[in-house]
């Protein structure tokens, strides 16, 4: 089964743009939140979460405020154990960054990734700094 999760972070802004792209991707259920992304309470994913079977697929539409949807990044516990893929294909989020880093010539990247596109790169790109902690790590010098 594809389930469905939205979530949007402020008042302002309406779920029903992620809700109609998860119904065109084909989810068969949709759990929705509307809270801050400093909330820790999200019963819509807790929801989500809980419907999960073996073999089922979360896809998820996270919009915050002035940010993109990630409709090309798909997770399936059962396939990559979990991971952040591409397009649902078994090609990680990380794993594409890190061809990314051995390939700087994007024709040669296209050449050993052919189904790659300029759209899984941006988001793959956008999702890796979305959901980085911007931490102040303090130095010591030895």
Known sequence: MFIGYARVSTTEQKLHFQVEALVKSGCEKIYKDKISG???????????????????????QISMKGKKMFDRITRNPAQMNGQ?????????VR??????????????????YPEIEDEDIRQALEFAAATMDDRVAELRYA
């Open 38 to 60: 400093t909330r820790t309470e999200r019963l819509g994913l807790v929801g989500a979460l809980e419907e999960f079977r073996d073999g089922d697929t979360l896809h998820y």
């Open 84 to 92: 952040p893929c591409i397009r649902g294909m078994r090609l990680t």
């Open 95 to 112: 794993r594409l960054l890190e061809a990314m880093a051995t390939y700087p010539d994007r024709n040669e990247l296209f050449k050993e």
